[in-house]
T-cell receptor, first 114, second 113 residues
Framework: AQSVTQPDIHITVSEGASLELRCNYS??????LFWYVQSPGQGLQLLLK??????LVQGIKGFEAEFKRSQSSFNLRKPSVHWSDAAEYFC????????????FGAGTQVVVTP | EPEVTQTPSHQVTQMGQEVILRCVPI?????FYWYRQILGQKVEFLVS????????KSEIFDDQFSVERPDGSNFTLKIRSTKLEDSAMYFC???????????FGSGTQLSVL
């Protein structure tokens, strides 16, 4: 069975600084990988996804993530955060035979300070 | 961008009562899902639905739960006899083909007293 670990529960970052959120997964084959963001009172919005191909994927809002098979990781990055990036971020993995059944990580709460 | 709509945003019910959570998926989508998030815990898959039947369900989705697409636009989750531990945020999601991203609604916060 697949699983997802987000080691950081909470990250505080200054506006304009870079951000990296960690995600490690466990899955027997090549997984489908996703990053979602949830702002207060909002639903889960997809930032980016990896299915196959180029291991560096670009997403919305200036985010990118890199799939590293050797490290079973799919870390999310943004070079310069904006105050509006304060939210909770979820990494998720889907199985290739039932990818709509996503396994989510526990989430990382990002706080942006002035 | 089209949205998945969930109503109500908050629902309070007494233990043992039946509750129906409603969702309007994006109109041309064919695959539908329910997830839930208990406070402080991970978002968990409950059930997927396609072609008017359940495709897959988790061990959480026991006989107390049911899903229905009563017409061409709504997708509902019914909990027959609510328990305290059913208190959670329930997310509906839809997907056009089942092989693309999930579009999530903003959730219904269910509180069972």
């Amino acid at each position: 069975a697949q699983s997802v670990t987000q080691p950081d529960i909470h990250i505080t970052v200054s506006e304009g600084a870079s951000l990296e959120l960690r995600c490690n997964y466990s899955y027997g084959a090549t997984p489908y990988l996703f990053w979602y963001v949830q702002s207060p009172g909002q639903g889960l919005q997809l930032l980016l996804k990896y299915f196959s191909g180029d291991t560096l994927v670009q997403g919305i809002k200036g985010f990118e993530a890199e799939f590293k098979r050797s490290q079973s990781s799919f870390n999310l990055r943004k070079p310069s955060v904006h105050w509006s990036d304060a939210a909770e971020y979820f990494c998720a993995v889907g199985a290739t035979d039932s990818w709509g059944k996503l396994q989510f990580g526990a989430g990382t709460q990002v706080v942006v300070t002035p | 961008e089209p949205e998945v709509t969930q109503t109500p945003s908050h629902q309070v019910t007494q233990m043992g009562q039946e509750v129906i959570l409603r969702c309007v998926p994006i109109s041309n989508h064919l695959y539908f899902y329910w997830y839930r998030q208990i406070l402080g815990q991970k978002v968990e898959f409950l059930v997927s639905f396609y072609n008017n039947e359940i495709s897959e369900k988790s061990e959480i989705f026991d006989d107390q739960f049911s899903v229905e697409r009563p017409d061409g636009s709504n997708f509902t989750l019914k909990i027959r006899s609510t328990k305290l531990e059913d208190s959670a945020m329930y997310f509906c999601a839809s997907s056009p083909t089942g092989n693309e991203k999930l579009f999530f609604g903003s959730g219904t916060q269910l509180s069972v007293l």
